[in-house]
């Protein structure tokens, strides 16, 4: 079978692999579509925590049950479905308390500890499979995957009707976050170096968006909330430098989530913490009920996920739609494919 291998970072190819086997408790899914991520593009320039090489690619993916054991009960083959790419143990502290996300010996698809599913067959666990409804295109299932990074953020922090909610960064999970504090009642300020992906938020119905290389956030935001500064910030950049100001965005009592995985260390004037009396919350990927919830709302069209799509190709246009995304970062949210 066909698979996106990277074979060291800057080296990408379509490699041939042996088709999986079925394994007890697996299923053999026949992958149907695949989305391009920012993590795979991390993988691809060797940062972040770099895995093992050469690794196969792809955690967004989507498919249908193609073999898988005459006893199991819950799937039949044809069922369509999306794989949950996050392998918790079901043992440690986090995972007793359902925060399976959270898990100590957490494996990602693709991009830590295993290989991913950008390929033509793939073998999972049968209970990290959900069913994906027949109502949604092949090329859009995927995309409840970022969906639920976002939507996680918003359980974290929890914004009530009418309370602002900055949101730093304006890729898809920022993107999909500010739609999802639109469809809650809430009011999103989502800032963004680039204008290309400012207004593909302002063409989804965000009004209030912040260039902060061309304007001063602090005074923008302070503008728009008569001065109490935003009661939530979802910090999804991952930047150093905004991570650091997300503590200037919060109003007193107000909640931090930080989503975005920075480099390094970032260091926090604490003193604002304390005086504030902020709540700092992390917010990591996602759990399988929320996956089951982004799905719903896709479904239900609440959010646009296909608003951060730039592109759909074939599966041998994959290494280079990935190098595409790694050179202009400032032309492509999302870039996927149909197999």
């Known amino acids: 079978?066909?698979?996106?291998?990277?074979?060291?970072?800057?080296?990408?190819?379509?490699?041939?692999?042996?088709?999986?086997?079925?394994?007890?408790?697996?299923?053999?899914?026949?992958?149907?579509?695949?989305?391009?991520?920012?993590?795979?593009?991390?993988?691809?320039?060797?940062?972040?925590?770099?895995?093992?090489?050469?690794?196969?690619?792809?955690?967004?993916?989507?498919?249908?049950?193609?073999?898988?054991?005459?006893?199991?009960?819950?799937?039949?083959?044809?069922?369509?479905?999306?794989?949950?790419?996050?392998?918790?143990?079901?043992?440690?502290?986090?995972?007793?308390?359902?925060?399976?996300n959270c898990c100590e010996s957490?494996?990602?698809?693709?991009?830590?500890?295993?290989?991913?599913?950008?390929?033509?067959?793939?073998?999972h666990p049968i209970h990290l499979l959900i069913k994906a409804p027949g109502s949604i295109p092949w090329e859009t299932v995927p995309l409840a995957e970022p969906l639920t990074i976002s939507l996680h953020?918003?359980?974290?922090?929890?914004?009530?009707?009418?309370?602002?909610?900055?949101?730093?960064?304006?890729?898809?999970?920022?993107?999909?976050?500010?739609?999802?504090?639109?469809?809650?009642?809430?009011?999103?300020?989502?800032?963004?170096?680039?204008?290309?992906?400012?207004?593909?938020?302002?063409r989804e119905g965000i009004d209030c968006t912040i260039n902060t290389d061309k304007q001063n956030a602090v005074e923008v935001i302070a503008a728009h909330t008569d001065g109490r500064m935003a009661e939530v910030v979802i910090e999804?950049?991952?930047?150093?430098?905004?991570?650091?100001?997300?503590?200037?965005?919060?109003?007193?009592?107000?909640r931090i989530a930080y989503t975005g995985w920075p480099t390094g260390e970032t260091p926090l004037f604490t003193a604002d913490i304390t005086r504030k009396e902020l709540d700092i919350r992390g917010s990591r990927t996602g759990v399988a009920a929320e996956i089951t919830e982004a799905l719903a709302m896709i479904e239900s069209g609440a959010v646009n996920v296909r608003s951060c799509v730039s592109e759909i190709v074939g599966f041998d246009e994959l290494p280079g739609a990935v190098r595409k995304i790694a050179e202009q970062p400032e032309k492509y949210l999302k870039i996927g494919a149909l197999l």
């Open 236 to 254: 999804a950049s991952g930047a150093n430098s905004e991570i650091k100001r997300s503590l200037d965005y919060a109003s007193y009592c107000g």
């Open 153 to 202: 953020a918003l359980h974290r922090t929890d914004p009530k009707t009418g309370e602002r909610v900055v949101i730093i960064g304006a890729g898809p999970i920022g993107i999909y976050a500010a739609l999802l504090v639109k469809a809650r009642g809430a009011v999103p300020i989502l800032l963004d170096r680039i204008d290309e992906r400012l207004e593909i938020a302002k």
């Open 1 to 100: 079978m066909k698979a996106v291998r990277i074979i060291s970072p800057g080296e990408i190819e379509i490699s041939e692999l042996p088709e999986p086997k079925l394994a007890p408790g697996s299923a053999i899914i026949k992958i149907k579509s695949v989305m391009i991520c920012g993590s795979d593009i991390s993988v691809f320039r060797g940062k972040g925590i770099p895995p093992e090489y050469p690794i196969v690619i792809g955690h967004e993916v989507a498919g249908e049950i193609y073999d898988i054991g005459a006893n199991e009960r819950c799937f039949t083959k044809g069922d369509r479905v999306i794989i949950n790419p996050y392998i918790f143990c079901g043992r440690c502290y986090p995972c007793s308390l359902g925060r399976t």
């Open 106 to 123: 957490l494996k990602v698809l693709g991009v830590r500890n295993t290989q991913g599913a950008m390929v033509e067959f793939f073998s």
